[in-house]
C-alpha cells in the first residue's frame, strides 16, 4: 500500500462546478497535514493546512478524517484558474520530512 | 511565506559531466533543506535531507556518492549531481525548513530542471 494515495484524474469539470478530492494516508502516527497545488512544469505551492477540526479558505474547504486515515479538498465555484494538480502531503511520523501523493488532476472547462 | 530561490532554472549538460544546483533561503535561516526529484507525471519523492553543518541524510535507493548535498550556511544547500547520465534527467527541486518557525511548513524553491543528453 502507498503511503499517500490519491485518484490520479483527471476530473473535468465545468466552471461553476464544486469538486472533491479525497487521500488517504497509511501511517496513523501522522501529525501534519497539507494540500498543495502544481501547476504544470513549477513547483508546489501551499494551498492549505489541513487541520482536525476541518478549515475553509475561501472557496476551499479542507477535512481530516484520523479514524479513516483521509483528507479531503473541497473547492466550490471552480474558476478556470483552478486547473492544476492537486497534491496531499503528510508528514512522515516522527519527522519533518513530507510524503507526497501522486497528485489529483483538476481540469476546469469553460 | 518565506522565499526560496534556485539556480540554475534549467541546465542541459552532456552524459558524464557534473551539475551543481544551489537552493538559497531569501528572507530566513533554514535549519533543514530537503531535496526531491519529480519525474514526468510522477509525484515528488524526497531525496536526502540536509541540515546545516553537518551530512546530509539520503533516503533509501539514492546514491550518496552520485547526489552531493553540501549545507554551509543557514541560508544554502547545494545539490551536485556527479557523473550524470540521461536516466538523471528531471526537475530537481529544493524546500527550505526552520525549527524556529511555529509551524511546520516546507517552503519550495521554483525547481531546476536537468537535461542530460
Redesign the interface.
Known sequence: RKEVEQDPGPFNVPEGATVAFNCTYSNSASQ?F?WYRQDC??????LM?VYSSGNEDGRFTAQLNRASQYISLLIRDSKLSDSATY?CVV?KPGT????????TRLKVLA | ?AVVSQHPSWVICKSGTSVKIECRSLDFQAT?M?WYRQFPK?????MA?SNEGSKATYEQGVEKDKFLINHASLTLSTLTVTSAHPEDSS?Y?C?A?SLRRE????F????T?LTVL
Open positions: 501534519s497539507f512544469r513549477k513547483e508546489p505551492k501551499l493546512s497534491l508528514n519533518y520530512k513530507y510524503i507526497f501523493g501522486t497528485g | 511565506g533543514t530537503f510522477q509525484s515528488l519523492m524526497l535531507t526537475f527541486i524546500s525548513y509551524d511546520a511548513e516546507q519550495f524553491g521554483p525547481g530542471r
